[in-house]
């Protein structure tokens, strides 16, 4: 896909990250479900570990499914609001197939008065797609301050009724959009949601052993990882070097 006059390195920050080996989709947290499906703003905010990108990659897979146009961004320190605007753009190029989306918006994001002017043109090419759309940002707590209290800010509260905002960080982000959970278009995943329950944990380890192993060991070590996404998957790697799945 040609991304036009983009800088090369946005390139990788539009790809999405290969889907974990181990994927299990997780019901319980469909996008479909509806206190997802009619939410504007979605956060995920948990530490290294806890199966955000696996539910962000079940997520794009459950959108595309659905037809949704889904562009993907992962943020860095260098964002600030022009480049922002330009990953943005680059995104959608990305997952449109349009390589001209975001001339205006390049255009605008460069003159002197700022950025802002560039995400009201890409909001209002969003809108123009008359196509539902997923927006998934990952490592939003890497942003610099300024954009995140600025451009984001402005992002979320203007985006149009076609645009879904997913947003990913390992640490808490504190966000001037206070009448966004108001008006109840958004709402916030933290660790406590993102543990496997019994049951995700049963699932995991049969797809992974199917009989080789039995529901006793699956408590044992559902409790010995308390449902934390990466214990179970360095649990299973423990297993996979142990010929006898009973010890």
């Known amino acids: 896909m040609a991304l036009g006059a983009l800088e090369p ?4 920050k539009v790809t999405p990250p290969r889907a974990p080996r181990m994927l299990l989709e997780r019901p319980r947290l469909g996008s479909a479900r509806p206190e997802f499906a009619d939410k504007a703003v979605i956060v995920l905010q948990a530490g290294a570990g806890f199966g955000k990108t696996s539910l962000l990659a079940q997520w794009r897979k459950e959108a595309l499914q659905a037809g949704a146009v889904v562009a993907w961004l992962t943020l860095d320190g260098r964002d600030t609001g022009n480049r ?7 995104a959608m190029r ?4 349009r390589p001209n989306f975001g001339q205006a918006c390049l255009g605008a994001a460069g003159l002197d008065s700022g950025s802002l002017e560039g995400m009201t043109e890409w909001l209002a090419e969003v809108a123009e797609l008359a196509a539902d759309t997923v927006l998934i940002l990952d490592d939003v707590h890497a942003l610099p301050e300024a954009t995140l209290q600025q451009s984001l800010a402005y992002l979320l509260l203007n985006a149009p009724a076609n645009l879904k905002i997913i947003l990913a960080s390992r640490k808490p982000i504190a966000l001037p959009v ?3 959970p108001s008006r109840g278009h958004f709402v916030e995943l933290a660790v ?3 543990r496997f329950q019994l ?4 699932a995991l380890l049969q797809k992974r052993f199917g009989r080789q192993i039995d529901m006793d060991s ?5 409790d010995l990882t308390e449902g934390w996404p990466l214990g179970l998957q360095l649990a299973v790697a423990t297993i996979e070097r142990n010929t006898d799945l009973q010890q």
């Open 218 to 222: 699956c408590v044992r070590l559902h």
């Open 199 to 202: 049951a995700e944990t049963v």
């Open 84 to 90: 922002l605007v330009a990953g943005l753009t680059a």
């Open 178 to 180: 206070s009448d966004l």
């Open 9 to 12: 390195q946005l390139v990788l």
């Open 94 to 97: 990305m997952a449109s197939g």
């Open 192 to 194: 406590a949601d993102l």
